[in-house]
């Protein structure tokens, strides 16, 4: 099984770090799929996906411990917009053999409602959720699984990292040294 780990990652920080961990022993193979633009947010700019991607390579250069965690360019070299069913999709069309499935993280599960095609997602791949702070995940699932009773959900008992794209950001931007915080 592979385990789908998508997202901007501007910049992976410590808290993917512990996630890919998690993921490299819970799964045969983990794909880090850099997406050049979330078509949920605004705050970030698709022509940086090459360099994210770039950055992403180096970062696992630097983690040669995570043997089955490759980074991965599929959505630079997708159309947009980047909805993660076509890339599962295109995956899944490309190695039909294998079974995917999505990791998101609890506060994605929050809003998840607002994906496209949602409901195939979870029936059609599943999710593995990793918990984040202020979110409650179990409760979250539980509403998802009500709706889509096909679904596949898993809830990962992991720690919390509490560390995120945005506040490391925010502190580069005022001058502060995050590298004990990046990946």
Known sequence: MVAVYSGSFNPLHIGHLA???RLSVMYDEV???VS??????EDISADSG????DAACAALRRHPELKNVTASDIELR???????????????????????????GGDQIADF???????????????????REGFDAIAEAASLL?????????IVDAPLVNVSSTQIRNAIAHGDDVSSLLM
């Open 50 to 53: 090459m360099e994210r991607f």
């Open 19 to 21: 996630i890919l961990e």
């Open 78 to 104: 997708m159309e947009p917009p980047h909805y993660t069913i076509r890339t599962l999709d295109a995956l899944h069309e490309a190695e039909p053999q294998m079974r995917f499935v999505l990791t998101v």
């Open 146 to 154: 009500t709706d889509c009773p096909g679904a596949s959900i898993t």
């Open 31 to 33: 794909l880090l799929v």
């Open 113 to 131: 409602r607002r994906w496209k095609d949602w409901e195939r997602i979870l029936s059609d791949y599943g999710i593995v959720v990793f918990p």
């Open 36 to 41: 050049p633009k979330n078509p949920l947010k």
